[in-house]
């Protein structure tokens, strides 16, 4: 019992310095104390009011922390913030039903406050009523605060004469706490009982006491609470007539930094109340200075309101010519308040309109411009054209229709709405009808061209086409008529037979006054579709102009890309009506050259199927064909149709050895099983480097990949860095200890880099039973027997734990070493700390205590001098050795499975490791979250197959792949980058 009184003590009264400003960290660690003290006192101990009282308040404090923390975060208040109130509730109610006591005072106090604050209003009601009828002896604060806590239920409730009533009673008495706050709900009570002079002289009364908004504590000003009532004084004075007099009044009594806001205030509720001039005299006052920007912009827009209110046309448009400029010259910050007032820029000029609708003024035309001139609306656009027009205003009409076409044309046709479809149309016809209008030729002909560029499958587009060729035609223009002319020829635009008939005369007729006969042949072509009566001529001509340039452009080696993609086009155009096999074959074989050049897949598959398909094709041209195909599907990385295609061809051109990992590797990067190819290519080939690569590559790939070691480490063998590297992967994935033994280490390959690594697993294996040795093992103080032998066998382990140390150091392992050494250094710090802390034996006097206190120290020193000396040398070794830039880089650089033996090695020493290195250790660790998962890679696979040819695209998908492990796919795409910078086929 002493015991628990003893800590009872030191829980109370040890912390007290600190009470008033405890963490939630060390709050929750103080509760936790006393919460298993509470557990073993009695309902009539003594002690167990103190411990309530103080656990309610450590509770009713960490509440108060999370609370902030809460609404800093979330915004409101959470799960963890409740359950403190309601646990610090219950430990204040059971506190104080005892005999009454002073410091129940500040239990009750803090009790209501809880009450209120978890809406437990009939519980703090109940409260409040107890303490006013003064059954208890309670301080006159707690008094106040009962009084005012009733008064502010019933001003909840809306019973204002009861608030009326209870407010003025607890006003009454000098102690009452938060007297400020009680002042400004009885001001509120006049408000809410119609008695507006009352409320507003109250307030004012409230803030011209400064007293009320002080700290007495620390003389801190409560500015949120000032301002708070400024603008309840501001909304009390509203509701009578406002004069100067009454500004001056409210900016006497306000905080200086927040006099322009307070005004905003007053003027917005001026302005709600429809006092529209009082509501401009306010606003010019808060305008006076404003503190942003967005202040600026915002007494415009309001300034603009107001006028157009009480029918001030001319200065509705100079305020929001103004903020148009302001805004367009200096920005607006921050967003938020800067899209409210451009809504409200957009609302009063969009009321305005539709109050304007049939007869528009000048002013509103004038609004509209302000407002599209800074922000590009398509629909405020078109109807400040409308008006433009309405106002015989054709230029300003003209800008606005193109503005908001312009706008539109961005979006796409199926991506418009029904009404952006209907005011994209009608700002294209307006824009020629206003220049029809205006009887301006130049005007008239820019907007044909408009509205051609920008709505071509139009209702009115034929007819503006037709119109728009004519006249290029009659100004001698022919060979832009000849491509109009084309154009309406072949239907573009859904236009009439009579027309088109004409339009195919006229372009043939274009050609020859522009002297362009070339273009002749590619006319034909494409009119004689659309012609069938003349569609065999057509051809004709066309097929043997494009033969002859295609010809030049395959025969010159000065032709570009940009050459083969014009020839590739017009070769496309050939109609094979009528043509020989031999003319087939070559224009087939040539759109796949072409195609090659200019890296046009699609094109090469079907040109490839379109040779394939000629009856009597030579082998030699149908292996051609095949080729090309694979080729295309290699390029589109789809590889089981690469791999499909090659199966069926001969591939002379490579040996046995080089056809078998050819099809291999395709089939490796299908998912197919690629073995029967790569043992055939181990039996064929002489390259015992790729020999090598290829059995490493089967028994990564196998099920069982230890079972296939067995099988082909012979090829390995001669390779010590590659068969080692193999035998750890395996280990990383089955964990055979065993195998990885004899593989690594009983072979002779502990010298390689993965033997290397293996040992130190092996070392930390063996090291980890003597480190749980040690730190299971207890200093037992119960008697000196047990202790000699806990002492004894303490020491035992941690000399086992140096042994282990001077094995590290021999080995040169910078990791082995700081295990041991971390390990070591907490075994010292460990058996110091349990010597210090033996107990004392009994029936020893103060100074035997002291003494026998001082002899542990003594005892225990050694022990923590060696830890200390442990510990500079861990720190040297971390820094020396540089230990967290080198696990970082090991750790980027590995790769597959042997990522995870690395990943297992940091958490051993993230384990062993003391406090100041494990976050490091930790984030080291983490890296490996870092790993590119399978949508990443499937992600730049999609890439790479959208743009075959980007090298870019190729290497981000390579570093992936080079991430997870793919030797083969990184193999195969470090081929594809050579093949692609060095111009040649893959």
Not at 173 to 200: C, D, M, T
Not at 319 to 344: F, H, M, N, Y
Not at 641 to 660: G, V
Not at 677 to 701: G, P
């Amino acid at each position: 019992m002493h015991r628990i009184a003893s800590l009872i003590f030191c829980l109370l009264f040890g912390f007290s310095v600190l009470a008033e400003k405890l963490d939630t960290e060390t709050n929750t660690v103080v509760i936790d104390k006393l919460e298993k003290v509470l557990m073993n006192l009695s309902r009539g101990d003594e002690t167990r009011e103190s411990v309530l009282l103080r656990l309610g308040d450590l509770y009713s404090e960490r509440a108060r922390l999370r609370f902030m923390n809460d609404m800093e975060a979330e915004g409101k208040i959470g799960r963890g913030t409740r359950l403190d109130r309601e646990r610090a509730i219950t430990l204040y109610e059971e506190a104080i039903q005892g005999p009454f006591q002073a410091s129940h005072n500040a239990a009750i106090l803090q009790l209501g406050y809880l009450y209120v604050a978890q809406e437990h209003y009939s519980k703090a009601q109940a409260l409040y009523a107890q303490v006013v009828a003064r059954k208890k002896p309670y301080s006159n604060e707690v008094y106040g605060s009962a009084l005012a806590g009733q008064a502010s239920e019933a001003f909840r409730l809306a019973k204002y004469e009861r608030a009326r009533t209870l407010y003025d009673k607890a006003l009454q008495i000098k102690e009452l706490p938060k007297r400020g706050f009680a002042l400004n709900r009885r001001a509120w009570v006049a408000f809410h009982s119609g008695q507006y002079k009352e409320a507003a002289d109250r307030m004012f009364g409230l803030l011209s006491e400064p007293q009320f908004f002080t700290n007495p504590t620390n003389g801190s000003v409560d500015v949120a609470f000032q301002e708070e009532s400024a603008r309840d004084l501001a909304a009390f004075l509203a509701r009578g007539q406002v004069t100067e007099r009454e500004i001056k009044k409210l900016l006497s009594v306000s905080p200086e930094q927040s006099k322009q806001e307070i005004l905003q205030s007053f003027s917005r509720e001026l302005d709600r109340l429809g006092k529209k001039q009082a509501a401009l005299m306010v606003l010019k006052r808060a305008q006076t200075n404003p503190d942003s920007q967005a202040e600026k912009l915002e007494g415009h827009i309001r300034f603009a309101q107001l006028h157009y209110d009480i029918a001030k046309n001319q200065e509705v448009v100079s305020e929001l010519e103004k903020l148009a400029t302001l805004w367009k010259s200096e920005g607006c910050e921050p967003e938020a308040d800067c899209e409210q007032i451009r809504v409200r820029f957009r609302k009063l000029v969009t009321d305005w309109g539709r109050a304007e609708e049939e007869h528009p003024s000048r002013h509103l035309v004038r609004s509209y411009v302000a407002y599209v001139n800074v922000f590009p609306e398509y629909d405020m656009a078109y109807w400040g054209a409308q008006a433009a027009r309405k106002n015989y205003d054709w230029k300003t009409a003209q800008r606005l229709y193109r503005m908001s076409s312009d706008l539109l044309a961005r979006i796409s046709d199926t991506a418009r709405t029904a009404s952006q479809r209907r005011i994209f149309e009608g700002s294209l016809l307006g824009d020629v009808e206003v220049a029809e209008l205006a009887k301006d030729t130049d005007a008239r002909d820019e907007a044909y061209q408009r509205y051609l560029k920008l709505n071509p499958e139009g209702s009115y587009a034929p007819t503006v086409r037709y119109q728009k060729v004519k006249l290029l035609y009659d100004k001698g223009q022919y060979r832009n008529a000849a491509d109009g002319f084309l154009e309406i020829a072949l239907g573009s635009g859904g236009s009439n037979p009579e027309i088109q008939n004409k339009a195919a005369d006229l372009a043939l007729d274009s050609l020859v006054l522009a002297k362009e006969p070339h273009k002749i042949e590619e006319y034909a072509n494409r009119l004689s579709g659309r012609f069938p009566n003349r569609s065999a001529e057509f051809q004709r001509i066309s097929r043997q102009s494009v033969t002859n340039q295609v010809a030049l452009v395959i025969n010159n080696p000065k032709s570009d890309e940009s050459d083969a993609e014009d020839a590739l086009k017009k070769l496309k155009s050939v109609k094979l009506d009528g043509a020989t096999t031999a003319e087939q074959i070559a224009l087939f074989k040539n759109r796949i050259a072409l195609a090659e050049k200019t890296r046009d897949l699609d094109e090469i598959e079907r040109s490839s199927q379109g040779l394939l398909q000629i009856r009597g094709l030579p082998e030699s041209d149908k292996e051609f064909a095949l080729s090309r195909r694979a080729w295309a599907a290699e390029m589109r990385l789809d590889f089981g149709k690469a791999y499909a295609i090659y199966k069926t061809m001969k591939l002379s051109q490579l040996s046995s050895a080089d056809r078998e990992v050819k099809l291999g590797v395709l089939a490796d990067l299908a998912g197919r099983n690629a073995t029967p190819h790569y043992e055939a290519f181990l039996k064929l080939s002489r390259n015992s480097t790729a020999v090598q690569s290829v059995a490493a590559r089967l028994i990564r790939t196998a099920n069982n990949p230890s079972k296939a070691f067995n099988k082909y480490e012979g090829y390995l063998k001669a390779n010590a860095s590659l068969y080692s590297l193999v035998a750890l992967e395996i280990y990383a994935q089955d964990r055979d200890y065993q195998a990885a033994e004899r593989r690594l280490i009983k072979s002779g390959m502990g010298r390689t880099s993965a033997g290397a690594v293996f040992s130190r697993i092996a070392f930390f294996q063996s090291f980890d039973q003597s480190r749980k040795a040690l730190i299971t093992q207890p200093v037992n103080g119960s008697s000196t027997a047990v202790l000699a032998t806990s002492l004894r066998r303490y020491l035992n382990n941690l000399s086992d734990v140096e042994q282990f140390g001077l094995k590290a150091v021999r080995s040169g392992d910078p990791l082995a070493q700081f295990a041991t050494l971390s390990v070591a250094q907490a075994g010292y710090a460990r058996l110091a700390e349990s010597i210090q802390n033996l107990p004392i034996p009994r029936g020893l006097n103060s100074k035997a205590q002291k003494e026998y206190r001082t002899q542990l120290e003594s005892q225990a020193e050694p022990y923590q001098k060696k830890s200390e000396i442990l510990d500079q040398k861990v720190k040297e070794l971390w820094k020396k050795a540089d230990l967290e830039d080198e696990l970082e880089k090991t750790l980027a650089s590995s790769q597959g499975p042997i990522r995870r033996l690395f990943v297992d090695q940091v958490r051993y020493l993230e384990t062993v490791a003391s406090t100041r290195y494990k976050s490091d250790l930790s984030d080291i660790r983490d890296t490996d979250s870092k790993s590119p998962s399978a949508s990443h890679i499937q992600e730049a696979k999609r890439n790479v197959q959208a743009d075959p040819f980007n090298t870019g695209r190729i290497n981000k998908l390579k570093e992936l792949l080079q991430q997870a492990g793919d030797e083969t796919f990184v193999g195969y795409l470090d081929a594809r980058i050579q093949s692609i910078e060095g111009g040649r086929r893959l």
